[in-house]
T-cell receptor, first 114, second 111 residues
Framework: DTEVTQTPKHLVMGMTNKKSLKCEQH?????MYWYKQKAKKPPELMFV???????INESVPSRFSPECPNSSLLNLHLHALQPEDSALYLC?????????????FGPGTRLLVL | GIQVEQSPPDLILQEGANSTLRCNFS?????LQWFHQNPWGQLINLFY???GTKQNGRLSATTVATERYSLLYISSSQTTDSGVYFC?????????????FGTGTRLLVSP
């Protein structure tokens, strides 16, 4: 099974709301990633978790708060977002962060901030 | 940081045609992958190809690491090949599997 799942598929939220995105994988991977993709642009890395610990934060604003409750789950908590944060949020996983193997991506959550 | 440029940016093909997509990168890389992003946003792995040539059905890829480019060949294209093709590279000395995505090639295959 090479599947990464993400929920919800779509999310509309106001600037004062708090919401969470969820990502799950059951491949036994120990590295998980959050990417942000604006329309007609390539994905850009936001966070990297390795063995459930935050390893990399690519200077992401604090209104985005990642969490890795266990080795299969990755959450992204959203609070006080701006309209420019509207994007496709992609989760990925790989064997570990130094692996030379491929990353596997989920289908993404399309977020619209009003 | 490393620059990853893809060409052409847009490509329109008739079903059954062949095409070549190119990925140029500005520095040596540890890893290179090709992805297809379908119209619903799903990124699908096509190849992990830091060097050499690989084939998978109608698709094949070649990476010439010493000359810093990779090519993706699509033969006998089908409408389901439509979407955006990204190459993604892992720069050296980052200490982790950081993928830097290229600018993408948007492909439309018409029936």
């Amino acid at each position: 099974d090479t599947e990464v799942t993400q929920t919800p598929k779509h999310l509309v939220m106001g600037m004062t709301n708090k919401k969470s995105l969820k990502c799950e994988q059951h491949m036994g991977h120990r590295a998980m990633y959050w990417y942000k993709q604006k329309a007609k642009k390539p994905p850009e890395l936001m966070f990297v978790y390795s063995y459930e610990k935050l390893s990399i934060n690519e200077s992401v604003p604090s209104r985005f708060s990642p969490e890795c409750p266990n080795s299969s789950l990755l959450n992204l908590h959203l609070h006080a977002l701006q309209p420019e944060d509207s994007a496709l949020y992609l989760c990925a996983s790989s064997q570990d962060i130094t692996s030379v193997e491929t990353q596997y991506f989920g289908p993404g959550t399309r977020l619209l901030v009003l | 940081g490393i620059q990853v440029e893809q060409s052409p940016p847009d490509l329109i093909l008739q079903e059954g045609a062949n095409s070549t997509l190119r990925c140029n990168f500005s520095d040596s890389v540890n890893n290179l992958q090709w992805f297809h992003q379908n119209p619903w946003g799903q990124l699908i792995n096509l190849f992990y190809i830091p060097s050499g040539t690989k084939q998978n059905g109608r698709l094949s890829a070649t990476t010439v690491a010493t000359e810093r480019y990779s090519l993706l060949y699509i033969s006998s294209s089908q409408t389901t090949d439509s979407g955006v093709y990204f190459c993604a590279v892992e720069p050296p000395n980052t200490g982790f599997q950081k993928l830097v995505f290229g600018t993408g090639t948007r492909l439309l295959v018409s029936p």
